[in-house]
């Protein structure tokens, strides 16, 4: 991608805050919504989630996961010329001893503050979904491939 779709994208995963997670529940496909904070790292999507959710639940059984994060609706842009980006990943759980935890939870917080209070709830937890790669639609007709390796470098910028 050049330097113009690349900002692009990193616009759409700055701005937009939640995303579309597609998990698996007994091998069929259930999409949920989740807020998202990006790792500091380029290491992937931090999300802060209730073991009494379903979809964490899914994730606990099957690690492989997708995020949808797309441009909002609105104006006179057709539904089909909306930025989006389709993201597989896999989903690890981290520890609560693990060094990640300060740093993901402090990305967490940093965007939504409101949050903090959760933290203290002993159900949730912080999940990294760390992409294997991506599909990029920056427009009708528009779509690019993106490895997990550009998408890390994108993340970490």
Do not use: C
């Amino acid at each position: 991608m050049n330097a113009e779709l690349t900002e692009r994208l990193l616009r759409l995963l700055r701005e937009r805050t939640t995303a579309a997670l597609g998990t698996l529940r007994a091998g069929a496909p259930f999409v949920s919504m989740v807020p998202y904070a990006i790792a500091a790292d380029g290491s992937g999507f931090i999300i802060h989630v209730s073991t009494l959710a379903a979809h964490t639940k899914d994730m606990l059984a099957d690690a492989r996961v997708s995020l949808l994060i797309a441009e909002a609706e609105g104006g006179e842009k057709s539904p089909l010329g909306l930025m989006r980006v389709s993201v597989q990943a896999t989903a690890e759980r981290i520890a609560p001893d693990s060094l990640q935890l300060t740093e993901f939870r402090a990305a967490y917080l940093v965007r939504f503050p409101d949050a903090e209070q959760m933290f203290g709830f002993a159900d949730f937890s912080i999940f990294l979904l760390r992409p294997g790669s991506a599909r990029f639609v920056a427009g009708f007709g528009e779509a690019h491939s993106v490895s997990a390796e550009s998408l890390a470098r994108i993340l970490r910028r």
